[in-house]
């Protein structure tokens, strides 16, 4: 038998391309271990295998999230997924949800509650700061809402919100705590049992060194109520309640839900295990202490930090001011072409505005710090202010 096709095959032809050094906000350059890891077979979802990866990655999360609580999986997707996810299961049709904004992820968070019918409400800092806990809990008690969401980290300002007594302030007027921490989590202090966080999600691409495809999710006993009691459906693919079964949440339940990809499980695997050889307080440790000795060649070359107190910037990304003059595509450009670095300029609210400099995950160490500053010191120098 014949048909007739009427697409002709197209020709995909193999590009040279240097990778560059990946020191933007994410994705990182990976672990060794992980680029291994890809390789390793290919199982099916009903092989004891297969359930044996899923149980070290729930017990490994448990340590990383620093939490004891059963219902700990990771969602088939990037960050995305995890945010839609805690959303979705938490917070159902005209229940509302705070949303703390003070970056790009935040305005994520509200695009995607409104798409499911959820009432936003909206409270503000200026981007370069963060929230103080007698505005959220102020907000909190006027609104009463079903939860607040709020980043931890946020790769688009280079900010790091306080949480610890947040969880606390919620649970006062019966307000779930759902914190992001895609590019937090490994590099900044979290502790998600003692400070009372309800749901909280992450992804690997960031400080964990791993690819973008898979996130790691957790949620409280209180949570879980909500999830068990609620009233509407989440999206099938992220129905917690559905998926706590395959990943064995509560003890011998080997069901499928769907096939998860057996190379994002063991990436994700071997990440947590580069976290295990150091310990999570150490790696905490490692990324603080590249950011101060990056901080320290920053000012020393006169640059200017978009986040002007401390205490309040992000241990995995900084973000830079330039000097009046500078274009900061062509500073990413030439730090690119001439120092193979790749650093990133601003996006959404802060297009125009900064650079975003990453330092974590394997690349969070002082060599990598020194490259770093020492290619902005020449690119400073090297590229001529424009008419501005």
């Given at each position: 038998m014949s048909y007739n096709t009427t697409v002709p095959p197209p020709k995909i032809v193999d590009r040279e391309f240097i990778k560059p050094a990946l020191c933007g906000p994410g994705p990182c350059d990976v672990w060794p271990s992980v680029a291994e890891a890809y390789s390793k077979p290919v199982i099916t979802p009903m092989c004891d295998e297969y359930f044996h990866v899923l149980d070290d990655i729930r017990e490994g999360m448990k340590y990383?999230?620093?939490?004891?609580?059963?219902?700990?999986?990771?969602?088939?997707?990037?960050?995305?997924?995890?945010?839609?996810?805690?959303?979705?299961?938490?917070?159902?049709?005209?229940?509302?949800?705070?949303?703390?904004?003070?970056?790009?992820?935040d305005e994520r968070a509200f695009i995607i509650a409104k798409r499911?019918?959820?009432?936003?409400?909206?409270?503000?800092?200026?981007l370069y700061a963060t929230f103080k806990l007698e505005h959220l809990e102020a907000e909190i008690k006027r609104l009463r809402p079903t939860a607040l969401f709020i980043t931890h980290g946020d790769s688009s300002t280079g900010t790091v919100q306080k949480i610890q007594g947040l969880g606390d302030i919620c649970h006062k007027y019966g307000t779930l705590l759902i914190v992001d921490t895609v590019v937090s989590l490994v590099g900044e202090p979290f502790l998600t049992d003692a400070w009372g966080v309800?749901?909280?999600?992450?992804?690997?691409?960031?400080?964990?060194?791993?690819?973008?495809?898979?996130?790691?999710?957790?949620?409280s006993a209180r949570a879980?109520?909500?999830?068990?009691?609620?009233?509407?459906?989440?999206?099938?693919?992220?129905?917690?309640?559905?998926?706590?079964?395959?990943?064995n949440c509560y003890g011998n339940t080997r069901s499928y839900h769907h096939t998860l990809s057996p190379p994002m499980l063991w990436a994700l695997?071997?990440?947590?295990?580069?976290?295990?050889?150091?310990?999570?307080?150490?790696?905490?440790?490692?990324?603080?202490?590249?950011?101060?000795?990056?901080?320290?060649?920053?000012?020393?070359?006169?640059?200017?930090?978009?986040?002007?107190?401390?205490?309040?910037?992000?241990?995995?990304?900084?973000?830079?001011?330039?000097?009046?003059?500078?274009?900061?595509?062509?500073?990413?450009?030439?730090?690119?072409?001439?120092?193979?670095?790749?650093?990133?300029?601003?996006?959404g609210p802060t297009v125009g505005k900064m650079l975003r400099v990453g330092t974590m995950g394997i690349n969070s160490t002082i060599k990598m710090a020194?490259?770093?500053?020492?290619?902005?010191?020449?690119?400073?120098?090297?590229?001529?202010?424009?008419?501005?």
């Amino acid at each position: 038998m014949s048909y007739n096709t009427t697409v002709p095959p197209p020709k995909i032809v193999d590009r040279e391309f240097i990778k560059p050094a990946l020191c933007g906000p994410g994705p990182c350059d990976v672990w060794p271990s992980v680029a291994e890891a890809y390789s390793k077979p290919v199982i099916t979802p009903m092989c004891d295998e297969y359930f044996h990866v899923l149980d070290d990655i729930r017990e490994g999360m448990k340590y990383i999230f620093q939490t004891k609580s059963k219902l700990v999986l990771a969602l088939s997707g990037a960050g995305h997924a995890g945010m839609e996810a805690v959303i979705t299961n938490l917070v159902g049709p005209g229940e509302t949800l705070l949303i703390a904004a003070r970056g790009m992820w935040d305005e994520r968070a509200f695009i995607i509650a409104k798409r499911y019918g959820i009432k936003v409400e909206v409270t503000r800092v200026p981007l370069y700061a963060t929230f103080k806990l007698e505005h959220l809990e102020a907000e909190i008690k006027r609104l009463r809402p079903t939860a607040l969401f709020i980043t931890h980290g946020d790769s688009s300002t280079g900010t790091v919100q306080k949480i610890q007594g947040l969880g606390d302030i919620c649970h006062k007027y019966g307000t779930l705590l759902i914190v992001d921490t895609v590019v937090s989590l490994v590099g900044e202090p979290f502790l998600t049992d003692a400070w009372g966080v309800d749901a909280v999600y992450t992804s690997t691409q960031k400080a964990f060194s791993g690819p973008a495809g898979i996130s790691p999710v957790a949620f409280s006993a209180r949570a879980e109520e909500k999830i068990n009691n609620r009233r509407h459906e989440p999206p099938f693919y992220l129905d917690i309640k559905l998926l706590a079964p395959q990943w064995n949440c509560y003890g011998n339940t080997r069901s499928y839900h769907h096939t998860l990809s057996p190379p994002m499980l063991w990436a994700l695997r071997a990440c947590i295990k580069e976290v295990l050889k150091q310990s999570i307080e150490q790696s905490w440790a490692r990324h603080a202490a590249t950011l101060a000795h990056l901080h320290k060649r920053l000012r020393e070359l006169s640059f200017d930090f978009f986040v002007p107190v401390p205490e309040d910037r992000l241990a995995t990304v900084t973000t830079i001011t330039l000097p009046k003059g500078y274009d900061y595509l062509e500073f990413v450009k030439y730090m690119r072409a001439n120092h193979n670095i790749l650093i990133f300029g601003g996006i959404g609210p802060t297009v125009g505005k900064m650079l975003r400099v990453g330092t974590m995950g394997i690349n969070s160490t002082i060599k990598m710090a020194d490259e770093i500053a020492d290619g902005m010191a020449d690119t400073l120098r090297a590229l001529k202010k424009s008419s501005l």
